[in-house]
């Protein structure tokens, strides 16, 4: 055999492993609502406001799921929510829903221009799928004050208990075991945070704050997927929200990042009731 043959050989041999990659797909179908439903929440500071606040907020999600992310999802939630202040400590609890679109890509078994064995079962279809949720939710966070009125928030425990329905809902129930490597099961989420988060205070009033989330659904086990591989189920989420407050309203810039998941939300918060403090934070700063 010629060197130019021995060559072409070996450059075949190393080129097969990219061609037979390309016949190997993944699919995790998951909730929609893991690693999208911990948004921030806003609680004043203990130097400017009154020790208790009602907020209402709106969020809006972009972003992507699956294997190399090739599904697009798209929700909005709306909520209420009340938080106190009292000694170190600050707490929030409230309640919202959610609206959706999760719009999947191409995935193992489906073809749109065959009839044949490897089609989606009878009944089950492609595309673009609404989702809806309710949930309810609630924390606590241990409190530092330092310089002119900033607080770093040293420890913050959240829980939020969140309802699917929907379409989405609906094909991931479908779907059989053989057509995707991890299918999510159930309706329910139950995701745990853990934070911690500085808030500095501007001299003007306003605020900036940055914090660091890691959160993951404790109610769900291997028992509620399906699929070829059970081993994919880590339902761990890294986060981080910087919100800029002024006078009423927070607005929020947060990334989330997790198992065949990654997504960026949007928030606007606002303040309810009188703009009032309480006698003993008059000039305490300033």
Request: with cysteine; proline share 5%; aromatic share 16%.
């Amino acid at each position: 055999m010629s060197k130019t043959s021995t060559l072409r050989s070996h450059l075949l041999l190393l080129m097969l492993p990219l061609f037979f990659s390309r016949c190997t797909y993944h699919s995790y179908f998951m909730s929609p609502f893991q690693g999208t439903d911990e948004p921030y929440r806003v609680i004043p500071l203990k130097a400017d406001s009154t020790p208790a606040a009602t907020y209402v907020s709106s969020t809006v999600t972009l972003g992507n799921a699956n294997a190399q992310l090739r599904d697009y999802v798209f929700s909005f939630t709306g909520s209420a929510y009340r938080s106190n202040n009292f000694g170190h400590f600050q707490s929030f609890y409230g309640a919202g829903f959610a609206l959706g679109s999760y719009g999947m890509g191409r995935f193992p078994g489906f073809r749109e221009d065959s009839p044949v064995m490897d089609t989606l079962p009878p009944g089950i279809t492609a595309g673009n799928k609404f989702f809806g949720g309710y949930s309810t939710s609630g924390g606590m966070d241990f409190v530092l004050p330092f310089g002119r009125g900033s607080e770093w928030r040293v420890l913050g425990i959240s829980f939020t208990l969140q309802k699917e329905f929907g379409q989405y809902r609906q094909f991931r129930q479908a779907l059989p075991d053989t057509m995707a490597d991890l299918i999510f099961n159930r309706d329910v989420v139950g995701m745990l945070g853990v934070s911690t988060e500085f808030v500095w205070r501007l001299r003007r009033g306003g605020r900036i704050g940055y914090q660091l989330k890691v959160s993951g659904d404790i109610l769900n086990d291997l028992n509620h997927f399906k699929g070829y591989d059970l081993s994919q189920n880590a339902m761990v989420f890294f986060q981080q929200s910087l919100s800029l407050t002024h006078n009423r309203v927070t607005g929020v810039f947060q990334l989330n990042a997790g198992n065949h998941v990654f997504n960026t939300q949007l928030g606007l918060s606002y303040r309810l009731g009188p703009s009032k403090r309480p006698p003993e934070y008059h000039n305490r700063y300033y």
